[in-house]
């Protein structure tokens, strides 16, 4: 394996995803550090690694790959946790689209509240929050007939997915309401190897008023 | 090859992509039109083939598969269009997933121009352009320095990010101010074999108002 060096913000939901397919692969890495909230996105050198500016960022042999679903693509070539035939591989692409678009709403709303760039009362809450129920409706349809998003199997769709789905408590939506959405959780929770470290969002998350990007 | 249908709508950009990968590659398939202001995603039928009704999807021996790029890569698997390397392969996929969030903006703001859904003097408008102009001049800083979107070589990224690029004069943007994304745009069409054979919005699309979905 190449040497590995992960450009990480430990409260970020997107780069969770990576330490999660990395524990599960036992794969050893360099873990930097990279504090959104003081700037460290904002650097000239920091837009060569990723232009859009977030994290994550894993650096292979000296190249950089942002984008954390495009990471887990990388990582998990070869593995279980992505399957080899064209078919099934369209098919978890499928469900990391769907994540970019839809289940991004809630990490998107998440970080603004988390974040104090909107407050809970703000206008436009209800309608960023109906956007977060269509991923959630559209997955608990499809989790209630699937065991995992892909053909069955866990792979890489369930990891990506699971980093905010899990967190919609954030945004006051009640997971209850969800059931089969929570099964799911609980068997990716089981899966041998999962390690959920997510940190807590920082106190100097606050100091980000007018902050455009999140991690 | 498997036996290939695909339910198409020919003013799709969304769909066009799909039809430019197989008059690439030269292969035969059965198109079935769906005509989305006639309600044809609406039914039952269509949701069991994509809940999200929107078009296109594939049937692969009775599978099927939505989401434009998830069809691309079926497609592409094993050609010339999606390569083979890991690295190569979570590039494009970043660049799949760039297109899937940022250039989407081009294509729902697109769509609901031309479907009579927004009005060109809504106020949501310029915000709506903005994160148009946001897409493009991330493309534009970066096909200023590579021929190409992923590892300099023609790929299925190219062809998933040319579909609503290429569309943009439709929400009022001039592509005479992203003159390497013009450019990028005519290499694409250059390419052996590339058809475009977008269709223009029937009159029926201005029915549509209400109509939240697209092709």
Chains 1, 2 share one sequence.
Not at 34 to 60: C, H, M, Q, S, W
Not at 67 to 91: D, F, K, N, R, V
């Amino acid at each position: 394996m190449a040497l590995l060096r992960l450009y990480d913000y430990a409260p970020s939901g997107n780069c969770l995803k990576v330490r999660i397919l990395l524990a599960h692969l036992g794969v050893s890495y360099e873990r930097i550090g990279v504090d959104i909230f003081a700037g460290d996105t904002l650097t000239d050198d920091y837009a060569r690694k990723n232009p859009a500016r977030r994290t994550p960022v894993l650096e292979v042999d000296g190249q950089y790959l942002p984008e954390s679903s495009a990471i887990l693509w990388y990582l998990g070539h070869g593995t279980a946790y992505l399957a080899s035939s064209p078919l099934t591989q369209a098919s978890i692409l499928r469900w990391l689209l769907f994540e970019r678009e839809n289940v991004e709403q809630i990490a998107a709303l998440r970080f603004r509240l988390l974040a104090g760039l909107l407050d809970a009362d703000d206008e436009t809450v209800p309608a960023r929050r109906t956007a977060c129920r269509y991923a959630l409706e559209q997955l608990e349809s499809h989790v209630s007939e699937h065991s995992f998003l892909a053909d069955g199997a866990y792979t890489i769709a369930d990891i990506a997915n699971y980093a905010y789905v899990h967190l919609v408590p954030d945004v006051d939506i009640d997971l209850g309401e969800y059931p089969a959405v929570r099964s799911w959780l609980a068997r990716i929770e089981e899966q041998p190897g999962f390690v959920n470290d997510l940190a807590p969002m920082p106190a100097n998350a606050r100091v980000g008023r007018g902050l455009s990007i999140y991690g």
